[in-house]
């Protein structure tokens, strides 16, 4: 019997999963307190040019009892986080602190250039409110295996606000840490005057064709005319809302009149991949979609999903997903954010022999669309599988397989997913402007382009 008194039990065989076991004082002093320690003293001593990170910049969790969190606009969980300036939506940040207990978050937001480098801006230049503010809204798991506490932040609020458009990083802080930065969310603000049109096409690379997808588009600044977007206008396209795939610093091609032309014939090109993999983790009570079994333990239940089949031959079938994101949510309670248990899902992937020269992972939003090492796969020679449990809080996921060199932070989805042009893909695009002698990057746009079988 494993240590944590679960036992696994087979997908196309047993034998793997036999063996696999591995109150609130007053906020006003409490955050200028806070912020002193940090900006000043001992551990907390903090200072963004002299001890730049660029992890600290990036979507990043540091503590690993850290988990699910969520930012997102009010009303989409799974949406791009992203808000008007001075607009009545707000951004909402969730997560979950599986220590359990209640403890003293603080948050914080950071002006960053089109880079994502902290700009040359002061803050309060850029936030309507203390630089640090307490995370008072908690609440305790309700009738979970697993217990935990639950917090949430919604941005802006009335003690705080962004005050300029531009890229954003949402940083939440434990000063009783030596390292008391918890985890980084990047989110943008912008201002809604330039429009854009475009299309998602073949690449006109003919070994590019099938697998890749092009993005053409354009800018009118009908309703705000620049005086030399040329130098000024800069575009980011990114994939999906997915920042490690996103392609930046792209200036315009030509100026017609009232339109910005984006259209290079061949250079904004992405790898089109593949829908996501579903995982339905909404109940424990019967198999959903792709579950094999579920076992129900003293400290957790085990969902084993159903063996996977690697999909980069194979031709385009519609699947609808949520381009990796994730939905809390279960079905037998209400309130899924503090009655959803956090259960065991058993992943297992066919492969005739192992990737010697690759490490293989699961990849989702779960994950920040990134290899991570909790993440990582083994190998059993002796079924031909690739596997892995994971921890999850029960909702529905997206995920995909990836490879990647061992040590390298590069990867891609050729070996078990491939490529193909038909794949539904949401492109946003991100129009930063920075006129001669500013200081920052604002954000004067935002589009959404979308493939039109979606």
């Excluded at 099938?210 to 396209?237: G, W, Y």
């Excluded at 002796?382 to 040590?407: C, I, M, N, P």
Aim: net charge negative; with cysteine; charged share 25%.
């Amino acid at each position: 019997m494993p240590e944590n008194g679960r036992m696994s039990y087979g997908v196309t065989t047993s034998k793997i999963l036999l063996r696999f076991q591995k109150n609130r004082i007053m906020r006003i002093l409490v955050s200028l307190f806070f912020l002193l320690n940090l900006t000043f003293s001992g551990p907390f001593a903090f200072n963004a040019e002299a001890q730049f990170d660029p992890n600290h910049y990036k979507d990043r969790i540091f503590q690993e009892y850290i988990k699910s969190v969520l930012l997102y606009p009010s009303g989409d969980q799974v949406g791009f986080p992203a808000i008007p300036l001075n607009g009545n939506r707000q951004l909402v940040l969730r997560f979950d602190d599986l220590e359990a207990d209640v403890k003293r978050y603080f948050y914080t937001i950071v002006h960053c250039d089109a880079d994502w480098i902290p700009s040359q801006i002061e803050k309060s230049e850029y936030i309507d409110g203390f630089d640090m503010e307490e995370i008072m809204d908690y609440e305790f798991s309700r009738g979970t295996i697993v217990p935990y506490t639950h917090y949430t932040v919604r941005i802006p609020n009335r003690n705080f606000r962004p005050l300029v458009s531009g890229n954003y990083v949402l940083q939440v802080y434990d000063p009783e840490l030596r390292n008391p930065l918890v985890f980084s969310r990047r989110f943008v603000v912008y201002e809604p005057r330039l429009s854009t049109s475009g299309e998602i096409v073949r690449p006109a690379n003919v070994t590019l064709s099938r697998t890749h997808q092009e993005v053409n588009f354009t800018v009118s600044q009908k309703n705000f005319n620049l005086d030399n977007p040329m130098d000024e206008l800069r575009a980011c396209i990114i994939q999906n809302g997915w920042w490690h795939s996103a392609e930046c610093s792209i200036s315009p091609r030509y100026v017609s009149g009232d339109i910005i032309n984006f259209d290079y014939r061949g250079r904004i090109v992405f790898p089109g991949g593949r829908n996501f993999r579903p995982m339905d983790l909404r109940t424990t009570r019967f198999r959903s979609e792709r579950v094999h079994s579920i076992e129900h333990y003293h400290d957790g239940v085990e969902i084993v999903m159903r063996t996977d089949d690697n999909r980069s031959r194979r031709s385009f079938s519609t699947i609808y997903d949520f381009n990796g994101r994730f939905v809390i949510e279960n079905r037998e309670h209400s309130h899924p954010h503090i009655t959803s248990d956090y259960v065991f899902p058993f992943l297992t992937l066919r492969s005739s022999m192992p990737i010697y020269d690759h490490d293989v992972f699961i990849v989702g939003g779960f994950s920040d669309m990134e290899p991570r090492p909790e993440f990582r796969m083994e190998f059993d020679d002796e079924e031909g599988l690739y596997f892995r449990e994971l921890k999850l809080k029960q909702g529905y996921y997206d995920y995909v397989y990836a490879t990647s060199h061992a040590g390298s932070d590069a990867f891609d989805f050729d070996e078990f997913e491939g490529n193909l042009f038909e794949t539904l893909n949401d492109y946003y695009v991100l129009l930063y402007f920075r006129p001669f002698g500013s200081r920052f990057d604002r954000i004067i746009g935002l589009g959404k382009l979308t493939n039109k079988q979606r």
